[in-house]
C-alpha cells in the first residue's frame, strides 16, 4: 500500500490507536500531521515517525472548536502543502449511567468525539474540494456507537451519530470524489485492559511478549492496535476508491461489514394504527423477534 505524497491528519494520534493510525499511515509514504492535548505525547509520537524513516509535525491542540480544526488543516498545507486524509480519532471517556451522569460528563465526550469530528470533516472538506483531487475522511466510531453499551450514554450516543455523519457525508461529498467511512475498532487499550474477562490475557501476553490468544482474537475479535491500523491505511489509499458510506469493524483477526438500520419487519392495517390496535397484534406482528441491545459481554472459554 503506497501512500507516497499524501498528507494525513490525524486527530488524537499521541498514544493508543491514534497512534497507531498515525505510524502506519507514515510507513505506508504518508505525511502525517500529530494531535494531541498532550504537549509531551505530540512530540513523543513524532519523533516515533521521524526516527521509523517517516514525515510528521506535530500539532498540540484539544479538538471540538473550528479553531482547533483548521489549525490541523493550516499545519498540513503549511508543511506538505495539501491535505488528502483525514483521521477523526481524538475522544475522551466520561462514563457514568444515565442517573449519575452531570452535564459536564455529557457535554464534554459530545464536544470532543461529535463535534470534534464534524469541525474537522468541514474544514478537511473545505481544503479538499478547493484542490480538486479527491480525498478521504475515515472518522473512528465504535460498537457502542452500533449497539449501545451501559453506562456509556455520551460516549454511544457521539459514536452512533459519527456513524450517520458518514453516511451523510459520503453522499455530500460523492462529486468530489471524496470518500468518507467510519471505522469500528475493538482493540487492547488502556479502556479494554481494564474488562474483567480480557484483563488476564492481555496482562499475559503484555508479560510475555505472546499473541493474545485465539478466543479473543477470532471469537470476540480484539487483538492490538496495530491490528486496527491497516484498515485505516486501506481507505487512505487508491485503493477504497469505491468504498464510501460504510461502517467497517475491524479487531484481531476479525475484520467485518457493519449493517444501516433499516426496517426488519412491517405491518399495515386499513385506518392506521391506534394504541389498542398496536398492543392486540404487537408479539405477533412487528414486534415478534425484537432486536437485541448493547455489547454482547465476553465469554472467555473454561480455563481460559
Same mark, same amino acid.
Given at each position: 500500500?503506497? *501512500? ?14 491514534? *497512534?497507531?493510525?498515525?505510524?502506519? *499511515? =507514515?510507513? !505506508? ?17 513524532? !519523533?516515533?515517525?521521524?526516527?521509523? %524513516? ?19 488543516? =493550516? ?14 480519532? !481524538?475522544?475522551?471517556? #466520561? ?29 478537511? =472538506?473545505?481544503?479538499? #474540494?478547493?484542490? $480538486?483531487? %479527491? +480525498?478521504?475522511?475515515?472518522?473512528? +466510531?465504535?460498537?457502542?456507537?452500533? #449497539? $449501545? ?48 474477562? @480480557? ?9 510475555? +511478549? ?34 464510501? %458510506?460504510?461502517?467497517?469493524?475491524? +479487531?484481531?483477526?476479525?475484520?467485518? *461489514? ?9 405491518? @399495515? #392495517?386499513?385506518?392506521?394504527?391506534? !394504541? ?16 437485541? @441491545? ?11
Amino acid at each position: 500500500m503506497d *501512500l507516497t505524497g499524501k498528507v494525513a491528519v490525524v486527530t488524537g494520534s499521541g498514544r493508543g490507536l491514534g *497512534l497507531a493510525y498515525a505510524r502506519a *499511515l =507514515a510507513a !505506508a509514504g504518508a505525511s502525517v500531521v500529530v494531535n494531541d492535548v498532550d504537549q509531551q505525547a505530540v512530540s513523543d509520537a513524532v !519523533a516515533g515517525v521521524e526516527a521509523a %524513516g517517516g514525515k510528521a509535525v506535530g500539532v498540540t491542540a484539544a479538538v471540538g472548536s473550528t479553531a482547533a480544526a483548521e489549525e490541523l488543516v =493550516a499545519a498540513a498545507v503549511e508543511h506538505f502543502g495539501r491535505l488528502d486524509v483525514l483521521v477523526t480519532n !481524538a475522544g475522551i471517556l #466520561r462514563d457514568k449511567v444515565l442517573w449519575k451522569m452531570s452535564d459536564d460528563d455529557f457535554d464534554d465526550v459530545i464536544r470532543v468525539h461529535l463535534r470534534g469530528t464534524f469541525t474537522c470533516a468541514r474544514a478537511a =472538506a473545505v481544503r479538499m #474540494r478547493e484542490q $480538486g483531487e %479527491g +480525498g478521504r475522511i475515515v472518522l473512528v +466510531g465504535s460498537p457502542a456507537g452500533q #449497539r $449501545g453499551n451501559f453506562g456509556q450514554t455520551n460516549y454511544a450516543a457521539a459514536k452512533a451519530g459519527i456513524a450517520a455523519m458518514a453516511r451523510t457525508w459520503a453522499m455530500e461529498l460523492a462529486r468530489a470524489r471524496i470518500t468518507v467511512n467510519a471505522v469500528i475498532p475493538v482493540a487492547a487499550t488502556e479502556m479494554t485492559k481494564t474488562i474483567p474477562a @480480557f484483563a488476564p490475557a492481555i496482562e499475559e501476553a503484555e508479560r510475555t +511478549g505472546t499473541a493474545l490468544p485465539d478466543w479473543m482474537r477470532k471469537d470476540e475479535g480484539l487483538g492490538t492496535v496495530e491490528d486496527v491500523a491497516g484498515l485505516v491505511t486501506f481507505l487512505a489509499s487508491d485503493s477504497s476508491a469505491e468504498v464510501t %458510506g460504510q461502517a467497517i469493524g475491524i +479487531g484481531g483477526d476479525r475484520l467485518a *461489514l457493519w449493517s444501516h438500520p433499516q426496517e426488519k419487519k412491517a405491518a @399495515f #392495517r386499513d385506518g392506521g394504527w391506534s !394504541a389498542d390496535a398496536i398492543a392486540a397484534a404487537w408479539a405477533e406482528g412487528v414486534g415478534a423477534e425484537p432486536e437485541t @441491545f448493547g455489547i454482547p459481554a465476553p465469554k472467555p472459554p473454561t480455563g481460559a
